[in-house]
């Protein structure tokens, strides 16, 4: 294989010489070549891989993008939901126990299984990401409570002729024939002569005046009532639904423990029997264990006018009868 040669132009003696090329003159020609082909890869590299975009990145960055906005709308959605939750909760506390006479909801309710939840938590690291998680593992918490809290009151609700029948919701005399001569609260005690909690109201009316049941129940006790003492010859309705109805110091009794009495049915007759200064009834009604306010269940036997004058009469400060 013949020698390449090149030829120079010798600025000295004006002429071409011929110039032996050699093998180190082939490697640095083509070294250079490489370097520059180099050099150009790797601009070109370094302004695709920063400021383009292959197909795959554009497609995970829109795919991105509509993951966002339903992220927003997701969490959006669950703060509605949060307010919703919230004002049926109200709802529940504030309106549908009340209508039936319910104890308010256990906070301490027994909750579902969330191990699941805890476990997408712990591999959470994205901040809004996990605050939303936490939004939902609660919110999934309270729905699960209310629904239990639902439960209960649908049961009342379909007790709820029952319940009705059985609050005491009517005077235990009749009207006409008595008078209320003191309230529920601080009162002077006839015959200790100082003030302690009366806890029912007193009915003053004609010994043998007839006494009724103020709502449907089954009598518990009847004569001298074991742990009532000075109340004398007493009458005790269980009415189930946390009520129970005490009648005070009768003459004597018309029914006898274990039977079944509506409201309205004749249960005793007033009298002045144990601790008592005066022919009266002392009435009381006992809910889920603590006398309550009778003067809140005579809804059913007054006019407006009558319920509000009854009241009044309640609230004075005075002496009871027993």
Do not use: C
């Amino acid at each position: 294989m013949a020698k390449k040669h090149k030829y120079a132009f010798d600025i000295h003696t004006l002429s071409v010489k011929q110039v032996r090329v050699t093998a180190k003159d082939h490697l640095r020609k083509w070294g250079g070549y490489l370097a520059i082909g180099i050099a150009f890869f790797g601009a070109a590299l370094f302004f695709s891989f920063y400021f383009l975009d292959t197909p795959k990145e554009r497609q995970l960055r829109r795919e991105l993008d509509s993951y966002n906005r339903q992220y927003k709308q997701l969490e959006k959605r669950v703060d509605q939901l949060t307010t919703v939750l919230s004002d049926v909760q109200g709802r529940d506390q504030d309106l549908y126990r009340m209508i039936f006479e319910a104890e308010p909801p256990k906070s301490a309710m027994r909750t579902p299984d969330l191990h699941e939840y805890e476990a997408i938590r712990e591999h959470v690291s994205d901040g809004d990401v996990y605050r939303t998680t936490e939004k939902i593992n609660n919110l999934y918490k309270d729905l699960y409570k209310q629904s239990k809290s639902f439960d209960e009151i649908y049961k009342l609700v379909k007790n709820k002729n029952a319940m009705m029948a059985a609050m005491p919701a009517i005077l235990p005399v009749n009207k006409k024939s008595v008078r209320l001569v003191s309230g529920f609260g601080m009162r002077l005690h006839p015959i200790f002569r100082m003030f302690r909690m009366h806890t029912g109201i007193d009915f003053a009316g004609p010994k043998g005046t007839p006494v009724y049941a103020t709502g449907d129940g089954v009598v518990r006790s009847s004569g001298d009532l074991k742990g009532y003492s000075g109340y004398g010859i007493s009458v005790l309705i269980n009415h189930g639904f946390g009520y129970q109805t005490l009648y005070a110091h009768l003459s004597k009794t018309a029914v006898l423990p274990g039977k079944k009495v509506k409201r309205g049915d004749l249960i005793g007759y007033i009298g002045s029997t144990g601790t008592s200064t005066g022919t009266h009834l002392h009435y009381e009604v006992i809910l889920n264990g603590r006398q309550v306010n009778p003067i809140y269940y005579f809804f059913n036997d007054l006019s407006p006018d009558e319920y509000e004058e009854a009241i009044r009469q309640a609230s004075e400060i005075n002496q009871s009868l027993s």
